[in-house]
């Protein structure tokens, strides 16, 4: 920039699009982006809601009576269509996909279910993965209480309770400050590191050895996964809609119910190998799951 330019030109510079022929229409100006909102056409823009997914409808084979174009714009009216509401809606300048920025972008109904569809495999399913990962975790322990776990440790069913009631309480406690990382860092970053730490306190459990440190290990598991669904839930928002979520967490919950019953056959197979290398069974099935898990994260990454 030459010495010569006024401070008026170094607030206010245009932002170039790539690929795009209407990159005039934003420019930069006090640390914020600007839009000459008459140049921005929104008559080809939907204004009825996207009709919600139901089950009946698709059980009984009901459809609309009027067919849908799928090559008609499905792009729908938004804040940044509205010149009294768009400029206080225009994200900052270190906004990573500043540059992608484009309200004058439309898409058709066949290129939202195409990317809607890719969405649902990159991103839904590994979410449910992840969702039955902490499933996993958490009904690890009812299944080790079927092996002499209680014996093992000398325990009593009262420490045995006493230690469920610690995992639910720290899982509690943790709920509101998880989600506070979660929006600091991201859910994208605060999900994997939370399955990596979880992770690697179960496989400690291989190494309990009495009251005191049943009681830390399950207090730590609740505290690290504790906000673990609603940072989940908050990750899938950032992907789907009002009219499409609803579906994909009815998904999400089913799989919690799929891994009770894949879990249940693994700690089948898990528990007799006790005394393997002079091992009890519950200790083998708190190795035998975390690098799963693992695996899982760096999908994330």
Not at 91 to 118: C, M, S
Not at 221 to 232: A, N, T
Request: charged share 20%; aromatic share 12%.
């Amino acid at each position: 920039m030459n010495a010569a330019a006024t401070p008026e030109s170094v607030r206010k510079q245009p932002v170039d699009f790539p690929g795009s022929s209407e990159s005039s229409i934003l420019t930069l100006h006090k640390k914020s982006l600007q839009v000459d909102s008459k140049s921005i056409t929104s008559d080809d823009l939907q204004d009825a809601e996207p009709a919600a997914f139901k089950l009946s409808d698709w059980l009984f084979r009901r459809h609309s009576s009027k067919p849908l174009d799928l090559d008609s714009t499905a792009t729908r009216r938004s804040v940044y269509d509205d010149p009294n509401l768009a400029e206080h809606y225009w994200p900052k300048l270190e906004y990573e996909n500043i540059h992608r920025f484009d309200p004058k972008a439309r898409w058709t109904y066949r290129e939202e279910q195409a990317l809607v569809g890719k969405i649902d495999w990159k991103v839904m399913l590994w979410a449910a993965i992840s969702f039955s990962a902490l499933n996993l975790d958490r009904n690890n322990l009812t299944q080790a209480n079927t092996d002499n776990f209680l014996l093992d440790l000398k325990l009593t069913t009262n420490d045995f309770n006493y230690g469920n009631t610690v995992f639910r309480r720290a899982f509690l406690y943790a709920e509101l400050p998880s989600q506070l990382v979660s929006k600091r860092i991201g859910p994208d970053r605060w999900i994997p590191m939370q399955m990596c730490m979880w992770s690697i306190v179960t496989a400690a459990q291989f190494f309990l050895n009495g009251r005191p440190s049943f009681l830390l290990c399950r207090a730590l598991l609740g505290f690290i996964q504790g906000g673990f669904i609603p940072d989940l839930i908050l990750y899938l928002s950032y992907f789907y809609t009002k009219t499409e979520l609803p579906l994909r967490l009815a998904l999400f919950r089913m799989s919690s119910n799929l891994c009770s019953i894949v879990g249940s056959f693994i700690a089948f197979g898990v528990l007799h190998m006790r005394g393997v290398a002079g091992r009890a069974g519950w200790r083998c099935s708190s190795v035998a799951e975390p690098p799963q898990k693992i695996q899982i994260d760096t999908y994330f990454h």
